[in-house]
């Protein structure tokens, strides 16, 4: 299967120089693997061999968040939601509101068309899907919507019902009986996002609308899929990845051909979003990193983060 891969990619496919681990030098040994945020079976056979051995032989595994423990989900859940008793209809201008319910009815009209035999084979229903995934959504808080609005594409859908790569390195080392951990809080992932103020996020939430409105028109192409994403990190392409929108899962608003006065607005955004979703996080995430290892060193620790972070 990799040989399929050196045909498109720069330099073949992952080798052990040219993967997303790294060696903290110290004895035992402990490491940084940088993850994707796709589903696992696009991405397993092409991770070399030596990160897989780290992470067998790692003692304690730690992720940004502890993805297999319900109250994360939870959290995750109530952090996204509207205050009590208030409504995205209240909150956002009725013209956003009305685009946002059409391209909503729009998706799940056409959802039983994008799922894969596949999906139907694990018995995935579309109406299902899209209630695990747009169910509450009058309920949301607008940055929310417009991440949600942003992964209800085709191509998305397509890659539902199969465990993620982080997930899935957290499922084995559940299986395998190690101990895990988390060094983030969700509060600390949740908040940053909701930290824009009204005016971005409603900038924000129309771009996302615009751009699917031209996808649903014919009239744009995808800009950047996650299969070019697949692909660089197949290919161990790290300058790819890195500070790529698309692994920190959130949409780039500064590439669009905008006036003046919105390319203001975009700029904002974007630098707000590297501030506190990359470099504040960056730091928070080293200190603790640092703590555990200086508290543990007899421990080998093998830490997963999202490839765009590191």
Known sequence: QSAGFAGWCQTGPQTDLNSFLWTIKRDPPSYFYGTIHVPYTRVWDFIPENSKQAFQESNIVYFELDLTDPYTISALTSCQLLPQGENLQDVLPRDIYRRLKRHLEYVKLMMPSWMTPDQRGKGLYADYLFNAIAGN??????????????????????????????????????????????????????????????????????????????????????????????????????????????????????????????????QEIDSYFRQELIYKRNERMGKRVKALLEDHPDKSFFFAFGAGWC
């Open 137 to 266: 959504w009058e309920r949301k808080r607008p940055v929310w919507v417009m991440l949600m609005v942003n992964s209800l594409t085709e191509a998305d859908i397509k890659t539902r019902g199969v465990p993620v790569l982080d997930l899935y390195l957290a499922q084995e080392a559940e299986r395998m009986r190690k101990r895990t951990g988390a060094v983030e809080k969700v509060e600390e992932q949740c908040h940053p996002l909701n930290g824009l103020n009204f005016s971005q996020v409603i900038f924000a939430l129309n771009q996302t609308l615009l751009q699917q409105e031209s996808l649903r028109a014919g009239s744009l192409q995808v800009p950047y899929t996650t299969e070019d994403l697949i692909r660089h990190y197949n290919c161990g392409d790290l300058n790819s990845i890195i500070f790529n929108h698309d692994t920190s899962q959130v949409p780039n608003f500064n590439n669009v051909t905008l006036p003046p006065s919105e390319q203001v607005t975009a």
